[in-house]
């Protein structure tokens, strides 16, 4: 009897959490495979690349190089967008992450960024590294993507980013600095 109770118990708690865990799909929006998004800030548009196959968002950046900025330590890079426009753009480090690759490990800086993909907004964070042989500056993955997006493989270019961003809880003494 006490089995019986107990594994009836397990499987209704099992249930319960099942139930909690599902995403309403009819509130989610759906993205292309490929959008164009925008990067705040400094409102830069490019095209990006939606991958449920990539853990975590990446960005083209090259020219790194780490600098000190009111005792914090800040990376400055050049962004380059699908027009090869270049941005310098100049971000607190949030992270650093080792990679394994065939030639060697390779270090790689995490910045934050807000991005806006479709009418979604999200500061998120972005790996930093040379996309020059990628097809688009930017990729986002699964961190951004997670219970408020769907991609559908068949379509691209859906979704233009209309988002209303909020930098009220912002000085802007402390908005990072945007140079074309």
């Known amino acids: 009897m006490r089995k ?6 397990l499987a209704f708690s099992f249930t319960v959490h099942a139930n909690e865990s599902k995403v309403d799909i009819e509130q989610q929006s759906v993205l292309g495979h490929q959008e164009i998004v925008t990067l705040f800030p400094g409102e830069i548009q490019t095209k990006a690349r939606i991958d449920t196959g990539a853990a975590t968002n990446s960005m083209y ?11 914090e330590e800040m990376v400055r890079f050049t962004f380059i967008d699908h027009q090869d426009q270049e ?10 992450v080792t990679i394994k690759q065939a030639s060697g490990k390779q270090t790689r800086y995490v910045v934050e960024m807000g991005l806006c993909v479709g009418t979604h ?11 020059s042989r990628m097809t688009f500056p930017i990729l986002v ?14 379509e691209k270019m859906i979704a233009s980013p209309e988002c ?3 930098l009220a809880n912002k000085d802007p003494e402390e908005l990072p600095e945007v140079q074309p």
């Open 164 to 166: 209303e961003v909020k």
């Open 61 to 71: 950046a090259v020219d790194t190089k780490v600098i000190e900025e009111n005792g």
């Open 87 to 96: 941005y310098i753009l100049t971000r607190p480090i949030v992270d650093k």
């Open 121 to 131: 907004y999200e500061e998120t964070r972005f790996t930093l590294a040379d996309r």
């Open 141 to 154: 993955g699964r961190n951004f993507l997670e219970n408020s997006l769907l991609v559908s493989s068949s």
């Open 4 to 9: 019986l109770t107990l594994s009836l118990l």
